[in-house]
């Protein structure tokens, strides 16, 4: 099936599972973003992913099989405040986590950055040793990134400082002035409510919300936000549909969400704002619970540096033993995987997604 029909296909699987809630707008847009560079693309098009990787790389299918992320990329990783108020980096998205081959991740991971640098930076060559390096010291000795006494080259560059935070809050206080004009604003269903209550410190606190559209491969389904002040300052919830992990739509592996499960993991120190209910999440947001996005850097290249490629390996590693101990397959099976197949392998994929990117930008001419 070609990316177009298989695309269609998808769409059509969404907004079953959505109930026909799906926002087209905003699946207007995602498609716009697909055609803008291929790094975009595969951003946005997991679920192809999903469907193709292991006839693209058969030999990634005798991995062990871990709880993992699926949807790896170079701004699949953020920060948060986790419950004793430190700040942590690390992996900050679980909505396609499925239980697969724990070599997907890295191999997405890696192509993720092969598609986002140019020439002049990291070789093929330098991602691949870079991530599967720190990938390996991670299964050794997996923990998480707090960034309150060690790590501080992590804190430097992505807790943000007072002027980044001012813009976060007038860049949201512009939209509730914008919601205030009008007339008679859209209100989430009742569950939704439910939900964002549940995640306030009072019952008594009052919520303005409206609808918010963001990120890439989730665009199409409802998110909303909740804005108020508390005690002298502003509150932030976010609220987004979620459907099955498009692994499992892909490979029959049971349609239950482990996002709870996996951002509980036993190396993770986990964002008590972050709570998976049946198929909505919530989560807080503020200027250092959040994504990290290439838009938000400026340049690609500072998620391309070398010791933060090391880094993202790491993080995987604590992310896969978070549930069963894997430790004793995972180390065998990086063995016998060599530095060099592991840079066939993401060439290879690297080269198929290009393939599609070029397909999908011809066709949508």
Avoid at 25 to 54: H, N, S, V
Avoid at 63 to 91: K, M
Avoid at 134 to 148: I, M, R, S, W
Avoid at 239 to 244: D, E, G, Q, R
Wanted: net charge positive; hydrophobic share 40%.
């Amino acid at each position: 099936m070609g990316i177009r029909a298989a695309n269609r296909d998808y769409e059509r699987w969404l907004a079953a599972q959505l109930r026909g809630d799906i926002v087209e707008g905003d699946l207007k847009q995602k498609r716009k973003k697909m055609r803008g560079t291929a790094f975009a693309f595969l951003r946005a098009t997991y679920w192809r992913w999903a469907e193709t990787i292991l006839e693209v790389c058969p030999d990634l299918a005798d991995a062990p099989s871990v709880l993992a992320v699926g949807d790896t990329h170079l701004e699949n990783f953020g920060t948060w405040r986790d419950q004793e108020g430190r700040a942590v980096w690390g992996v900050n998205d679980y909505d396609e986590a499925a239980e697969m081959p724990n070599i997907l991740d890295l191999v997405r991971l890696a192509t993720s950055a092969a598609l986002a640098s140019s020439p002049n930076q990291l070789s093929l060559n330098a991602i691949c040793a870079h991530l599967f390096e720190g990938y390996e010291h991670g299964v050794e000795a997996p923990e998480a990134f707090v960034l309150d006494r060690q790590h501080m080259w992590l804190r430097k560059r992505f807790v943000v400082g007072e002027a980044e935070r001012a813009l976060f809050w007038q860049k949201i206080e512009n939209q509730y002035r914008d919601l205030l004009e009008k007339k008679n604003p859209e209100s989430p269903p009742a569950r939704w409510l439910k939900l964002f209550a549940e995640t306030l410190p009072e019952s008594s606190i009052t919520l303005a919300y409206w609808r918010r559209s963001a990120g890439t491969g989730s665009l199409g389904r409802p998110r909303w936000l909740g804005y108020g002040t508390w005690r002298g300052g502003p509150l932030l919830r976010e609220c987004k549909a979620l459907v099955p992990s498009a692994w499992t739509r892909a490979h029959r592996g049971g349609m239950r969400l482990r996002l709870n499960e996996i951002a509980d993991g036993r190396y993770r120190s986990p964002d008590p704002w972050y709570q998976a209910s049946g198929n909505l999440l919530v989560r807080r947001l503020s200027p250092n619970n959040r994504k990290i996005d290439v838009a938000d850097r400026r340049d690609a290249a500072r998620l391309l540096h070398p010791d933060l490629l090391w880094a993202m390996g790491r993080d995987l590693a604590a992310v896969h033993l978070g549930g069963r101990d894997r430790r004793d397959a995972i180390r065998k099976d990086l063995a016998k995987r060599k530095q060099r197949w592991s840079r066939a392998c993401v060439e290879t994929a690297t080269e198929f997604v290009s393939r599609e990117y070029a397909e999908w930008k011809k066709s949508a001419k």
